[in-house]
Each structure stands twice: as structure tokens, then as C-alpha cells.
């Protein structure tokens, strides 16, 4: 009979374990937490964006680091198999904004669920509260796993699915890494990724709280524009967070370690600096007798209003009758590019996901094994991968998992 073990009760652990069925072998699972998918049960806010429904382009577009090496374990198990996938276990799914893939009832209970019965039907055995100290690898063979408690656990194959050091609060402390590490399986430096932005300036967290719809966000760092994009955003009591900023913690933070960016809200992107000026005329024309910080209020926030105004140095109870033609050009100029300063990413605590991880030149990019050791694997944010937000790590988890469970399979058939 063969053993395989998966270390880890995640999104990839247990997809690998709901997809290896063979007569004649056993799966264990072994998860430190004390139930499965702790940190799946939080994603999307507890909705769990389980995938994209988006086109092959945009899937791989969406890989930020080692795109190209997920291009096999896509090809056999794609956005739309996963979808698939789940509508065939009986979970009914939905697609929402940005092509984004939700269970039907809006809660991530129900993705775990309909994985944990799959594990029941595969007679899956699953051991909570069982950590695993390091793996028992013998002349570049693995045979095992080593518990915390000391026992040690036979296997014929391993899948390390640890997921990476983000939200450590849900498990994720590196163990997969370290693992790695311990057999001299080169480990890719980490940071946290799909996080906030920490700034400079006192005036970003006097907005704290206030959410910008529809503004386009761009980042130099050294006169260089390394980021732009268009969508949300949110400032806090540390800087900026919301779906713009976790995408650029993921395209360009690790520019951070060279030095802090510029950056820049667009906060009428509709508009022309000229049409803009237009507009300011009008309002001014139609009335001059208000003072700026109420003809602000057609045009900005109100939370905002009082840091803006501070920026140009324009008291708010100014008449519009009284502002200069430079000044008016001066508020239309910052409606184009209100600016701050980026001078670092927040921490695992808040990463949505993990930078950096296991290299995949140790990894056959097929099956998901390790080149140096026969019999071990490793799947999901363990890896070196990484992509944007909507759907696209969890992608990566399922897509991964799939590819070691059937080359598992095919080895033991």
C-alpha cells in the first residue's frame, strides 16, 4: 500500500488530497490548526474569490512572479476546470465584477465544506492539532515525516502544501520553508505581498477611513512611473490600503528596498487638466460669493477637503470671487495628481499572500516535484508565485495541487 502525506489542511493541501484517488494507497493529511482551511475561510472577506472567470491572456497576465513556469499545471487544470470542478461537487458558483468566481451564498464555509466531503468520500485521513517538525528524507529520498510529538509517519510521497508566512494567525509560520531550506532546496527571499502601503505625509491618515472610488493611481520611484492603474482605494491611520494599492504592493513593492516612490491620485481621471480648469471657472463664475471649502464640496469628499485645501495653501473660507487664476490652477493641478509619499509595505499580519517562497528551478514545472528528492512536492503559495488579486493565488493553489495529486497518481497506478 502507499502512503502519501500532505502536510497542510489549506486550499492546496486538500485539493491535492480530494483529486489523488488510487486503489491501494492511503492520503494523510496532517494540519497543525485544529479544523482545514483556516485561511480560506477569511479569503475574499469570507466570500472566498475561489477563481477568475477571465480569458487564458488575463490568467496569465495576472502572474506576477513565474508566470511562465504555471503554464503546464494550467493547461491540464484551468480557471474553467476549477469552476467545473465545483459545480460537479454540487457547489453553485457566481460571477461578479472583474470576472471574479463566488460561491452562490457568499460564504467560504461552503467551498471547505464541499472539499472536506470529497476528502470523506476519498477516505481521506485527517489528523488536526498534528504539526510536522521535518521531513525524514533518506539518500535524496523521501520517506516520511517527523511529528512535533516525535513519532515518525512512513510515506512514499510527501506534498508540502504549508502556504507561505502571510496571516500567520491561520498557520502560516514557514514550516514549508524551512523545510526546504533543511535539505538545501534554495528558498527565494519572502515579503509580504497584496498588503498596504505605509506614507509619509500627517494628511493621509486625517483621511483615515475614507474610500476613493474611480481615481487612477500611479507610483515613480526615481522620476520613473512603475505602477498605474485605475480602480479603488483607501487611506488608513498608517497610509493606503484597497484593491489599487494591494496590486501595487504586488507589482512593484519589492522596489520599496531601493527606496520610497512618489505617488500620485488622479482624482478626476474623466477629465482634462483643461476640462477641468473649465469646470472650475463655472463653478467659480456660478459662485463667487461661496467660499472655496463649500465649492470644494461638489468636487471632493468632505474628508478630504481640509487636506487638499492645506496642500495649495488656500484658506477654506475663501471666497471663489477672491482666488487667482494661478491658485485656481494650482487646486485643478492637484485634482490631477494629489500627491503622498510610499515609504514601505505593512507585514505578514495584513499580506493577503506571500512573495518569494521554494524556487521553482527546484521544481518540475509539470508535477510540482522537487528535482533534488524523489517522492516530495511542493504546491500552492509554498512556491515561489505569485499574482494579482480576484481569485488568481487561490488559481495558483488549485492549479498547483492538481498537477502534483495527478503525477502522484500516475506513479502509483
Not at 45 to 61: F, P, V, Y
Not at 274 to 297: C, Y
Not at 331 to 349: C, D, N, Q, S
Request: glycine fraction near 8%.
Amino acid at each position: 500500500m502507499s502512503e502519501i502525506v500532505i502536510i497542510g489542511g489549506g486550499a492546496a493541501g486538500m485539493m491535492a488530497a480530494a483529486r489523488l484517488s488510487v486503489p491501494g494507497s492511503r492520503v494523510h493529511i496532517f494540519e497543525r490548526n485544529e479544523k482545514l482551511g483556516k485561511k480560506l475561510f477569511i479569503t475574499g472577506k469570507g466570500r472566498c474569490n475561489l477563481t477568475n472567470a477571465c480569458d487564458r491572456q488575463e490568467l496569465m497576465d495576472a502572474m506576477v512572479t513565474n508566470g511562465k513556469f504555471m503554464f503546464s499545471s494550467l493547461s491540464a487544470f484551468d480557471n474553467i476546470a476549477v469552476i467545473q470542478y465545483f459545480e460537479e461537487l454540487g457547489l453553485k458558483l457566481k460571477t461578479e465584477r472583474g470576472m471574479r468566481v463566488f460561491p452562490v451564498s457568499d460564504h467560504s464555509s461552503d467551498v471547505i465544506r464541499t472539499l472536506e466531503n470529497q476528502l470523506k468520500k476519498k477516505n481521506v485521513c485527517i489528523h488536526l492539532n498534528s504539526r510536522v517538525k521535518t521531513l525524514d528524507i533518506r539518500d535524496k529520498k523521501v520517506c516520511g515525516v517527523v511529528l512535533e510529538n516525535g513519532c515518525t509517519v512512513p510515506a512514499d510521497y510527501v506534498i508540502v502544501a504549508t502556504g507561505g508566512m502571510s496571516y500567520p494567525v491561520t498557520g502560516s509560520s514557514g514550516d514549508g520553508l524551512r523545510f526546504a531550506k533543511e535539505q538545501n532546496i534554495k528558498v527565494t527571499d519572502v515579503m509580504p505581498s497584496l498588503v498596504p502601503m505605509v506614507t509619509k505625509e500627517e494628511y493621509i491618515p486625517a483621511m483615515q477611513g475614507l474610500s476613493l472610488k474611480n481615481v487612477e493611481l500611479k507610483l515613480l520611484q526615481k522620476g520613473k512611473t512603475v505602477y498605474k492603474e485605475f480602480g479603488e482605494m483607501l487611506f488608513t491611520h498608517f497610509g493606503v490600503s484597497g484593491p489599487l494599492v494591494l496590486t501595487a504592493s504586488a507589482r512593484c513593492g519589492k522596489r520599496l528596498s531601493k527606496g520610497e516612490m512618489q505617488a500620485f491620485i488622479d482624482l478626476k481621471p474623466a477629465l482634462s487638466l483643461e476640462q477641468l480648469d473649465h469646470r472650475l471657472i463655472r463653478e467659480f463664475q456660478e459662485n463667487p460669493k461661496k467660499q472655496l471649502a463649500t465649492i470644494m464640496g461638489s468636487l471632493l469628499p468632505s474628508k478630504m477637503i481640509d487636506p487638499f485645501l492645506g496642500i495649495v495653501a488656500l484658506d477654506s473660507r475663501k471666497m471663489a470671487c477672491e482666488t487667482s487664476k494661478g491658485e485656481r490652477a494650482a487646486i485643478a493641478g492637484l485634482l490631477k495628481a494629489f500627491p503622498f509619499t510610499v515609504t514601505g509595505l505593512r507585514g505578514f499580519e495584513e499580506a493577503i499572500i506571500t512573495k518569494g517562497g521554494v524556487s521553482v528551478r527546484e521544481i518540475v514545472p509539470k508535477t510540482m516535484a522537487c528535482k533534488q528528492v524523489e517522492g516530495l512536492y511542493f504546491v500552492g503559495e509554498v512556491l515561489d508565485l505569485d499574482a494579482v488579486t480576484g481569485g488568481f493565488n487561490l488559481q495558483i493553489a488549485w492549479s498547483t495541487a492538481a498537477a502534483a495529486a495527478a503525477d502522484i497518481q500516475e506513479k502509483i497506478q
